[in-house]
């Protein structure tokens, strides 16, 4: 049983921070890294895997550093997102490399384990240039896997997998925590972190936004305020009727739009009250649309909560 | 040190590409143009001096040089697959000292060996000529190995640069400007072939023994010593 500490750690490119003041323990378990595109999320598991020294704070395993610290590779397997993979070897051939660079006793039965534990035992001696993107998923996972590591660091692993894949290495993920490692992988999709992980850490614009278990990340998503463009028969009349009603928390009169701008504080109640009040004060409700619904403007309401 | 897993893994990768046909078109081009020599101007010390000179030293040898020290890292650093020999308990000095033994290993079976069989084609080792040349590629081999395996490690244009350095600055300004001679591999190897060969073979070059051993040496463990530290602080992020 092994766990991640990342305490007060900021890392920073030039003028550009990519990880601001952020603590967190990754604990036994499947654990979900949510965050949009260039959140921070490669810079903390690069930091994890000891690719890149933290510019203040500490990255540690069971509170050993783990920058430039060769011995922490006993414990922990890394499956990156970068394709690169040594693609004029055979399955086979490649996990066996990475066992005996493990300086495993039988480097030969440990590469055998892993490409069975991943299923990968049809396809292993095609060369990895011929496999598709989830055999070379699983591949690398199995040379992750190959030392039996107590922690697995995931970067995107779901990227470009199509759905059934996606349930298979889903499945392995989970299998893995449930054997009591510490797995750790990251995404943009919420979907995806929601049907894996136990437990979720979101990151946005490189700060530490929420942590909790999904039910708590949802809820924070779904009660946040909800914007939306709505055009009537008579959006001042409309608008009246709306902020009387205590779902709704402003409304602006866009005249170059020639639209309404919502903002609902209480969405189940607002989408219930909005066609009833149109239908009592007779006006025609023309385009009713979300304005936000872009999941950079979901995160970005969770850096406030 | 040596680890013979990063040893197959750095083989494979140097001969089973495209990259590897540059290995092997280079020497059978030397060895074609001396058998013709050979065929129709007879055995000639002057010309044997020229071909080994003029073409094995000044440009086969540091072009295969280039391919074989940057092609034993630079594209694994390229495609990220270097990672998967970084995170491993495996000291990072023994990545780069297994990838230089194999750069060099490669370097001279591609460039020593065919001099010297060259040199035995064209006049038979007359006045050591043929050993000389092979001597000189050979310690030039080493040198060039370190050198370019550590321009592998600090840029990702680093065959672009070793061309470069190796058409440019030895082959043209090499021959040609002599403040450059001083400060090229090729002169320094040349030193110790001048002595192989003797007085009467006609070898020269533009620094003295001693010097341009020094200087090979320097070269050497500097480059190596170096690339292991690039090594050791590589930092694979920067993508996002």
């Known amino acids: 049983m092994s766990t991640l500490h990342i305490d007060r750690t900021s890392r920073w490119f030039g003028n550009v921070v990519a990880v601001n003041d952020i603590t967190m323990d990754i604990t036994p378990g499947v654990t979900g890294l949510l965050g949009p595109n260039g959140a921070g999320k490669s810079t903390l598991i690069n930091m994890l895997g000891g690719f890149l020294p933290p510019s203040t704070g500490s990255v540690t395993l069971d509170s050993t550093p783990i920058w430039r610290n060769q011995e922490a590779y006993k414990e922990i397997g890394l499956v990156p997102e970068r394709e690169g993979m040594y693609d004029f070897l055979t399955g086979w051939d490649f996990v066996l490399a990475n066992a005996e660079l493990h300086r495993l006793p039988d480097p030969a039965a440990a590469a055998r384990k892993a490409l069975a534990t991943v299923e990968m035992e049809q396809a292993q001696d095609r060369k990895i240039a011929t496999y598709s993107k989830g055999m070379r998923q699983r591949v690398k996972m199995a040379s992750a896997l190959v030392h039996d590591p107590s922690v697995l660091l995931l970067d995107e692993p779901f990227n470009g997998m199509d759905p059934r894949q996606r349930m298979q290495l889903m499945e392995l993920l989970r299998r893995m ?46 009660d946040r305020p909800h914007r939306y463009l709505v055009r009537s028969s008579d959006d001042r009349l409309l608008a009246s009727a709306l902020i009387a009603d205590a779902s709704t928390a402003g ?32 006006i025609r409700l023309y385009t009713v649309s979300p304005s936000d619904e872009s999941l950079e403007s979901v995160f970005s309401y969770l850096v406030a909560a | 040190m040596y680890n013979q897993t990063v040893a197959r893994l750095t083989y494979k990768a140097l001969l089973g590409r495209r990259r590897a046909l540059i290995l092997f078109a280079l020497p059978l081009l030397l060895l074609i143009v001396a058998g013709t020599v050979r065929a129709t101007t007879g055995m000639d010390d002057e010309v044997t001096r020229e071909l080994l000179g003029g073409f094995a030293m000044a440009t086969m040898v540091p072009l295969i040089g280039v391919v074989a020290g940057t092609g034993a890292i630079g594209p694994e650093i390229d495609d990220g697959s270097v990672v998967y020999l970084l995170a491993k308990p495996l000291r990072r000095s023994s990545i780069i000292f297994t990838k230089l033994l194999v750069a060099i290993a490669v370097t001279v079976v591609f460039s020593a060996v065919p001099t010297l069989l060259a040199g ?10 043929a050993v000389a040349y092979a001597v000189a590629a050979a310690v030039a081999s080493v040198a060039y190995s370190a050198l370019f395996l550590l321009l592998g490690t600090v840029s990702r244009h680093a065959v672009v640069i070793g061309l470069v350095y190796a058409l440019i600055w030895e082959a043209l300004f090499g021959s040609m400007v002599s403040g450059a001679r001083e400060l090229s591999v090729q002169q320094w190897a040349l030193s110790l072939a001048q002595k192989v060969a003797g007085s009467g073979a006609g070898i020269t070059s533009d620094v003295g023994l001693t010097t341009g051993l020094t200087l090979l040496l320097v070269a050497t463990v500097g480059g190596t010593w170096y690339a292991s530290r690039r090594l050791r602080t590589l930092t694979l992020a920067g993508e996002e």
Do not use: C, W
């Not at chain 1, 510490?182 to 530490?208: D, K, M, N, P, Y």
């Not at chain 1, 170059?256 to 009040?277: H, M, N, W």
């Open chain 1, 177 to 222: 925590g449930d054997e009591g490692r510490t797995v750790l992988f990251s995404s943009h999709i919420l979907e995806e972190v929601e049907q894996l992980a136990s437990h979720i850490e979101v990151v946005v614009a490189g700060r530490h936004a929420a942590s909790g278990d999904f039910r708590k990340i949802r809820r924070l998503m779904t």
């Open chain 1, 251 to 282: 409304i602006e009169l866009d005249y170059s739009e020639k639209a309404l701008r919502i903002q609902a504080v209480d969405f189940g109640r607002f989408t219930e009250v909005l066609p009833r009040l149109a239908r009592e004060h007779g």
């Open chain 2, 120 to 129: 035995y084609l064209l006049n038979g080792n007359s006045q050591q000529i």
